[in-house]
């Protein structure tokens, strides 16, 4: 099966047209995290979602230049920092260190580059975009001084969210601060500055102010990774109005075609219900390992679903989790005692072949414990085996003892080098995962710190 995607766009699996990234990483794009507070495990599934899919990428021979932004100025970090009595980047600092401890946590790979809003390279870039939307006519100043987007003058708004821009006439009122605008649906690109913005702000051809959020992520994708991008990535509540206005933004100043496949990733349910505060169902990375479960089994229990599929997350989730992994663990242990006396030979290409549809993890995690069934009973039999359909030869012996050489050797220089991508999958570079086919990708699944391997699930 060829690699394929469920593009938001078309709403439809589409085939995955590397274009011309033989020469190129394929550039994606992901929205972070916005920095007010602790990220939840809600906006954490989203980002295991990326990394399994630049994983996997990676996996089929891709090179992948992925950027993740940064959120450190809108409403909410100003308001957080008035509340607190600091000065902004003091406040927003803490949750972006919190972010970074967390997926290390979960062994989520680091990006390429994290751009952060508030970078002046960037302010600059926002600015000037919005100014050659002004110039273009799809961006005006309206009397309260902030600029908008004007969405009528842009035909495709609406075609990523399939969003009929007559329903959102009929709306009926008009919040009292966004009296200024000619039509309800215009959003801000840049808002002027006002009291309750304290020193947080920028001086522009239009007076002092901020960005609107939109175009932060316009700017800074463009800025890194160019005009256009291969795949874009976000949870689905960022369909509509962010990414809707990402793709009005960068096509309004380009007129080229911003994104080719976009990507969401569906909610995270708790017990059932959406997660908020007020129910008391909120959780950050620290809550859960504070129940006693570890950032591995965290992983597995936001991954094991399909990424378009809501996720419901319970307590007997986690446990589920935590019983899966040892299963895997214990599975890897009675192969490693066979490999030393016997011949035996990498498994079946199963769990790779379901994630090439549309990362169809539940599928692949299906195979592999098929497989685990299948060798357990073979060996509580002490008969000859197989993983899968292909019979046991001698280089398996080999895999393993190279991939577990590797493990040590390239885990320790990690380790060694904290500040370096400790989350880069290199391992299989010279371990070869088993489920590795020849020609695959060398840059794979591996977290060489926390010795798992997404594809294989291996623990080594
Ligand atoms: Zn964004």
Not at 32 to 38: D, F, H, K, L, W
Not at 164 to 180: A, F, I, M, N, P
Not at 182 to 204: C, M, N, Q, R, T
Not at 378 to 385: C, L, S, V
Request: aromatic share 10%; glycine share 6%.
């Amino acid at each position: 099966m060829p690699l394929q995607f469920f593009n938001t766009y078309s709403r439809e699996i589409e085939e995955f047209d590397p274009g011309d990234s033989a020469t190129r990483p394929i550039k994606m794009y992901t929205c972070g995290p916005t920095v007010y507070s602790r990220a939840h495990i809600g906006n954490f599934r989203a980002y295991i979602f990326e990394d399994l899919l630049q994983r996997h990428l990676e996996l089929r021979g891709y090179k992948v230049h992925r950027v993740m932004n940064i959120t450190d100025v809108e409403d909410k970090t100003i308001r957080g920092a008035r509340e607190a009595g600091v000065p902004l980047q003091k406040f927003t600092e803490q949750f972006k260190d919190a972010f970074f401890e967390d997926a290390h946590t979960l062994r989520i790979k680091r990006a390429d580059d994290y751009p952060a809003a508030t970078d002046q390279r960037y302010i600059d870039r926002m600015i000037e975009m919005i100014s050659a939307l002004i110039s273009k006519g799809l961006a005006y100043q309206a009397d309260d001084k902030s600029v908008y987007f004007r969405i009528n003058k842009f035909p495709d708004y609406g075609k990523l969210a399939h969003f009929d821009l007559t329903q959102l006439q009929s709306t009926g009122r008009v919040k009292h601060d966004e009296y200024d605008k000619e039509h309800i649906g215009d959003f801000a690109l840049w808002k002027a500055w006002d009291e309750a913005d304290g020193d947080v702000k920028w001086d522009s051809p239009w007076g002092p102010g901020r960005p609107g959020w939109h175009i932060e992520c316009s700017a800074m994708s463009m800025a890194l990774l160019g005009d256009q991008i291969d795949i874009h990535c976000g949870g689905v509540d960022n369909i509509f109005p962010h990414h809707e206005a990402e793709i009005a933004q960068s096509e309004g100043v380009t007129g080229k075609k911003f994104v080719r496949y976009w990507l969401h990733c569906a909610h995270l349910l708790v017990d059932g219900q959406k997660m908020a505060k007020s129910l008391g169902n909120f959780y950050t990375v620290p809550d859960v390992l504070a129940k006693g479960y570890t950032g591995r089994e965290l992983r597995y229990a936001l991954l094991r679903v399909h990424y378009r599929v809501p996720l419901n997350f319970t307590w007997e989730g986690m446990n589920e989790a935590r019983e899966s992994l040892a299963r895997i663990d214990d599975w890897l242990a009675r192969l490693r005692q066979i490999a030393k006396n016997g011949n035996v030979q990498g498994p079946t290409t199963a769990f790779d072949d379901a994630l090439d549809d549309d990362l169809n993890i539940s599928a692949a995690l299906g195979f592999l414990f098929e497989s685990i069934r299948e060798t357990n009973r073979a060996m509580d039999q002490n008969k000859p085996f197989w993983i899968s359909k292909l019979e046991l030869t001698s280089s398996f012996r080999m895999k393993w003892h190279s991939w577990q050489k590797s493990a040590r050797t390239h885990g320790a220089k990690r380790i060694g080098n904290a500040a370096t991508n400790c989350a880069s999958g290199s391992l299989h570079s010279a371990g070869k995962c088993a489920t590795r086919k020849t020609g695959q990708s060398s840059r794979a699944a591996l977290d060489p710190r926390s010795t798992f391997c997404v594809h294989c699930s291996s623990n080594v």
